[in-house]
Structures are given as C-alpha cells and as structure tokens.
C-alpha cells in the first residue's frame, strides 16, 4: 500500500515530467479540466488542474471535476510515476475513470506521451 | 465456386453480395455487418471456419504500424484467434502495397496530386504506406491521428514526428477497446458532430484528404471546395455524401464490383485464394503482380467540378 505522501510525490514527478514537454502544452492549450484523483484503500485524494496548457496539482478534492481517476493507492502512484501505464489497469477494472470517453482516452495519451516509450 | 466472406464489425446496412470471375475462377464475395457486436461477430467467424475459401475482417484493423514496427490489436487478435481451418485476413498486407500504389499512380497519371499538395490524412497509423508515399512526393502533410483520434488538435506534420508519437502511444492503444479507437455498428452512420466543428478547418485547409472512410466520413464538414478524397471502401450512398459535402472527385483504391469499391480486406481475401499460399508466406511483389494480372488501378471519379 502506497501512502498518500507517495502519491503526492509521483504526483509532482508527473506534473513536471508534463512540464518539461512544451510539445505536451501546446497540445492541451484548449484543454482546461479538473482531474480528481481518489485512492480507494487510504484517504487520499489529489486534484490535478490543467488550464492554458499548464498542468499543476494540488492536495485535496475539488468541488465539480471533469474527470475523476479512481484506483487504490499504489495503482495510482505507480501510474504517476510512470511504472505503469494507465491501460492495462483500466482494462482489468483496478482503475475506474469517470468522465466523458473522448477526456479518458485524451488523459490515456497525455500519460503515454510523458511516459511512453 | 469459391467463397469469400468478409465479417465486419461496421453496420449491417453495408451487407451485400456479388458473384465474379477473376482469373477464370468464379467467386461469391459477400459481406456480413455485425453492427458493432463484437461476440456475434466471433460467433460468425466460427460458423464459417473450415466452410468458406477466405475470410476478411472488416471494420477493425489487425495491425496498426509505427515505421517498420507492427503493433497487434487485441481485439483483432481475438477475432483473428476465433479461426483455425480458413485463412484470414484484415487488408493489412495488401493495403500497405495497394495504397503506396494509388499514391504513385495519381502522380504518374493525373494532375490531382502535384508536389506541393496539401494533404490531410485523418488517420495514418493504419496505412502507413500511404503516408509514406504521400510524403515521399513531397505533399506537404498533416496526419490527424492526434486530432481526431484523442481530440488533440496537435497536427502532426512530418512522417518522422508521426513514427515517434506512434511508437510511444500505439503499444498501450491496441490494448483498448477497438471501439475507442474506430467508429464500429451504428457509429460509422453518424459524424462526431463536436469534432466537425472544431477540427472540420483541417479538411477545409487541405486540398486532399485521405484515409478509411468512416474516418473521413465522421469528421467531415460541409462547404468543401471540391477537394480529392483518396480512400478504400464506398456504396453509393457514400458517394453522394461526399458530393453533398462538396468533395470534387473521388479515389478509391480497390476495385468497383456492383457499384460499390470493396474494402482491402476482401480483395486481400480473393488475393490469398488465387495466389494459393499462406498469408505469411505472400510478399509485396506477390501482390504487386496479383495487382497487374487484375489489372486493378485506382478508380478516379469526377464528383463535380473545382471552383
């Protein structure tokens, strides 16, 4: 079980990974969401907000997200860590994001594209 | 008599049948739609196996490609799995030959492909050929994958970009659901009215667009000034669309039996019968000969005239 620090943690390392990709910023500059991100087994919960291409977090819940991302703990830090993709959990129903299809599999790409091969 | 079905995951209303004889052998080529089921679509495959001479698959892509890098789709490979006895296949090995042709053949024998050309291609990782040789006579590209795929309006511009970006997405994509990838069933007879109208400029920027046609029909907005559209697979329906759209000629790259082009799969399909080899053991020049002895080229339609 992954603590909520270490959630935070790979958090940041994805926010600045984000970050470093100006390609990434230019390709979300008409993508402003609010990310929820929940841990199922500890109390955790983060918000990540993109907005103008920017993408910054920060602990706690906001009121009305766009997309919550729903995992248990270490799921979740292995997936901002970039361990794991977002894929195969979301497949076998360990990673339940709430949201519009087209917001899920744009959130899959993000990912993909900081962490992808 | 041989049989060659092909089994798609796109909609019923697109079913038909045609009887032809191609190199003095006599074939029944029909087409079964699944509308999206994907289980009546395995269930199809099974009752055909061991009972027909090839069988395509329609509607999803086998393989989707970064460079020389093949990406196995999941969902492919079940239905592809669900076959044990007929040889199947998706158009993936023709298509790559077929569409690198189409691209040379309108250089080589019209004037609706100058240097220079402004192409946008909708989607590229699932005929890399194509985007290969579209670059290669120096059209001046935009693939859409990004765009129309994830909602990205990110134009990828170069051949090279498009290889990065794939070998870093694709391995994870062909783990998805094909359906949040590809319009499959009743989706392939509506447009994603939200993306026609914030990504609809990128056709009207462009004076050529290529691609699968449920793509290129999905995303298509109105007002065209009589651009080309390079695709695979149309009825007639489809090709009053296009017109309606305002495209001003149209080119498909397989063959027209019965007023209507078949999709790679299917003439992938016949080809396999005649050729009488496994699919792994056939090669690009096998099907470029096959190609020559149907004498099959591009089919050039004039929907109207450019402004």
């Known amino acids: 079980m992954a603590t909520h620090q270490e959630i935070t943690e790979s958090l940041k390392a994805f926010t600045e990974g984000y ?4 390609r990434l910023k230019a390709m979300n500059r008409d993508w402003d969401r609010n990310v929820l991100v929940l841990a199922d087994d500890i109390e955790s919960a983060h918000t990540l907000v993109l907005k103008d291409g920017e993408l910054s977090f920060s602990e706690g819940k906001t009121v009305d997200p766009d997309l919550t991302v729903i995992s248990n703990s270490d799921t979740l830090a292995d997936m901002f860590f970039g361990d794991i993709t977002p894929t195969e959990p979301y497949m076998n129903g360990t990673l339940r994001i ?17 962490w992808g091969e | 008599m041989k049989k060659v079905v092909s089994v798609s995951l796109g909609s019923s209303r697109r079913d038909h049948r045609v009887n032809t004889v191609l190199l003095g052998t006599e074939f029944e080529i029909s087409r079964r739609g699944t509308d999206g089921d994907f289980e009546r679509a395995l269930a199809i495959l099974r009752e055909l196996d061991g009972n027909v001479d090839a069988i395509g698959l329609g509607g999803i892509d086998l393989y989707l490609y970064a460079g020389r890098t093949r990406y196995t789709v999941n969902d492919g490979l079940k239905l592809l799995e669900a076959v044990k ?8 090995g023709l298509k790559n030959t077929l569409e690198r042709e189409t691209a040379y053949y309108l250089r080589k024998h019209t004037g609706l492909l100058p240097p220079g050309s402004k192409v946008l291609m909708v989607s590229a990782v699932d005929r890399f050929g194509m985007a290969e040789a579209l670059a290669e006579l120096g059209c001046d590209m935009t693939f859409g994958d990004l765009i129309f795929a994830a909602g ?9 970009e498009l290889e990065e970006i794939a070998h870093k997405t694709l391995p994870e994509m062909v783990k998805l659901p094909f359906h949040m ?16 109208e914030k990504f609809g400029h990128y056709y009207h920027q462009a004076d050529v667009i290529a691609g699968d046609y449920h793509l290129v029909r999905r995303y298509m907005p109105g007002g065209l000034k009589g651009q080309l559209v390079i695709t695979n697979t149309t009825t007639r329906e489809d090709v009053e669309f296009l017109r309606e759209k305002g495209v001003g000629w149209l080119v498909t790259t397989t063959p027209e039996y019965d007023g209507r082009s078949f999709g790679t799969n299917v003439i992938e399909a016949v080809m396999v019968v005649l050729l009488g080899k496994s699919w792994e053991d056939i090669t690009p020049e096998d099907y470029l000969e096959m190609m020559d002895r149907l004498e099959m080229k591009p089919r050039v339609q004039e929907l109207g005239r450019r402004p």
């Not at chain 1, 709430?98 to 900081?114: A, N, Q, V």
């Not at chain 2, 990205?152 to 090279?160: A, C, L, N, R």
């Not at chain 2, 499959?184 to 994603?192: A, N």
């Open chain 2, 85 to 92: 006895k007929t040889p199947v296949v998706d158009g993936s």
């Open chain 1, 98 to 114: 709430i949201g519009s299809e087209d917001d899920i599999l744009r959130l899959d790409f993000i990912s993909l594209l900081i």
């Open chain 2, 152 to 160: 990205i309006p990110y134009p990828i511009k170069t051949v090279e």
């Open chain 1, 19 to 22: 970050s470093k990709n100006q």
């Open chain 2, 181 to 196: 990838l590809y319009p499959t069933g009743k989706k392939q007879d509506t447009q994603d009215e939200k993306k026609v």
